[in-house]
């Protein structure tokens, strides 16, 4: 095995281990940190006039705030969850149209919102989380 195949390893190994041992407060920061992180990748490449890059970083930000989405629970969220949906949208539109008028700056208010969502996330004491199942 050369180092670089183990590193791999190890990093694969690492990251199942940090999923399987996260609390649910932990896993939906870390796709909040996911998305975000795309977003800089994203605005980045665009900046540099690398809009391929751009692209695949978007689309990856996309498909987290998809799978976002999906994780909502819209019967006991109520309004809040229904809220979120929404921003969850508008976030991917906002992400879309960046990558068509090549315009970074969608990109940041995008990435704006999204950071003010995982603030209020990990303002949640972990014991609230647990008890909403």
């Known amino acids: 095995m050369n ?3 183990a590193i791999q390893t190890y990093a694969k190994t690492k990251t ?3 999923i399987a041992d996260a609390s649910p407060t932990q896993l939906i920061t870390s796709l909040l940190d996911g998305a975000l992180e ?3 990748t994203a605005k980045g490449a665009m900046n540099r006039g690398d809009f391929a890059g ?3 970083s978007i689309s ?3 498909k987290i705030i998809d799978g976002l989405d999906v994780l909502l629970d819209h019967e006991a ?3 809040i969850a ?3 949906s929404r ?3 508008y976030m991917t539109t906002l992400l879309l149209q960046a990558n068509i008028r090549r315009d970074s700056q969608l990109i940041s208010e995008a990435s704006a919102l999204l950071g003010e969502i995982r603030e209020g996330w990990v303002a949640i004491p972990e014991d609230a989380v647990s008890e909403l199942g």
């Open 60 to 62: 990856k930000a996309m």
């Open 3 to 5: 180092a670089k195949s």
């Open 87 to 89: 921003l969850y949208e």
């Open 77 to 79: 969220g109520g309004d």
């Open 16 to 18: 199942e281990s940090t």
């Open 38 to 40: 795309c977003m800089t």
């Open 82 to 84: 229904s809220n979120l």
């Open 54 to 56: 751009a692209g695949e």
